[in-house]
């Protein structure tokens, strides 16, 4: 009986086990002959109930448990499909939160990108605009440097003017001696050969004098030279005053390249910490510089111009005054020196001292700095 409780709890009962199990209890009850028929021990039989029940009992028992363990297994399987599920969607939200920082992400990089080409754009306009400023710097430097070299070459000039004024001014006056000494002559003698050559001398006296002739072209000529000569050192203020602007101007542009150029140096730090999704004050992006107006730069060169050409009208009109001055000196000196009706003028007497503002007494340039 021992061993057959043992085998007994091994596995389930069988349907076969179950039909014979029945079929020995109805032989057992109903029919005791079945003992003799079967031939049967009595011991044998009852350990083959004993056996067929205790695998009923244990069948059922196991049947139960198998139950247990499949509703047990069922509900650890419901709450890891619950686990597995919750899991799941932190997972899905996770994923989500990064799709939109990642998208986040890319817009910020892709802004910063447009930055940098808009800023790239600027500084090779400011390098275009400061080689334009550069080139008319050195043009208008040159040009300055034309106006001092002939500024140099018309003092030469009006020098040698000078000297060439004074040689008339003596042959002038030797031509004067020589007229006293033939008016002496023509005095002392009464012949007709001496009435003839007075005559003459006095033919030749009434005729314009070439040597006053050319002393008095000389002397226009000389006024007419330091009217141009002041017009251009007018002009070579103007063209200074126009380099030291260009200048200042070629720094601020300088200085602004230096700005554009330190801001995409620190950019790329500003978007490494934002690809990370660090958010510092530092990773703001920066406003835009605003875009100079067309309109606005032409007013301020205008005002520029409007300040510059105030600042030079006051020499511009005394210049013109001294011309004027200087021209209605000559004027007077030769209505002085050939009064109305004379027969026998004599060349205009202008003293060597007379006092003209001389070009290397005029204020001297200004240097750019």
Known sequence: ??????????????????????????????????????????????????????????????????????????QDMERNADRVQKASDVLTKEREELEWKKMVTRKEIDEIRSRLEYEAKSIKQLEKERLAVEAEANEAKERAET????????????????????????????????????????????????????????????????????????????????????????????MLRRVEMLDRKNAQLFVEKNRLEN???????????????????SNKLEKKPKKSTGKEDAASKKDKQNKADNEHGKDRENSKKKSRKSTQAVTTAKDKAIPAGSKTPEAPFISSKRKHKPIHSLPDLPTST
């Open 1 to 74: 009986m021992q061993s057959a409780y043992t085998t007994a709890e091994d596995s389930a009962p069988s349907a076969v086990e179950v039909i014979v199990l029945g079929h020995f209890l109805l032989c057992s009850f109903r029919l005791k002959e079945t003992w003799n028929i079967c031939g049967w021990h009595k011991s044998t039989t009852q350990q083959v109930i004993a056996f067929l029940a205790a695998r009923v009992y244990h069948g059922e028992k196991h049947k139960q448990e198998a139950i247990l363990n499949w509703t047990k297994s069922e």
């Open 147 to 238: 106006q001092v070299k002939r500024r140099s070459d018309l003092e030469v000039e009006v020098e040698s003017l000078r000297l060439r004024e004074l040689e008339a001014r003596r042959r002038l006056d030797r031509a004067n001696l020589k007229t006293v000494a033939l008016r002496a002559d023509i005095s002392a003698n009464t012949t007709d050969t001496v009435v003839d050559k007075e005559s003459r001398v006095l033919y030749n006296m009434s005729q314009p004098s070439d040597a006053a002739g050319n002393l008095d072209l000389l002397i226009i000529k000389r006024k007419q030279l330091e009217t141009l000569a002041n017009k251009k050192e007018v002009e070579a203020l103007k």
């Open 263 to 281: 801001d995409i140096y620190m950019a790329p730090k500003a978007s490494s910490n934002q690809a990370y999704g660090k958010q510092t004050p």
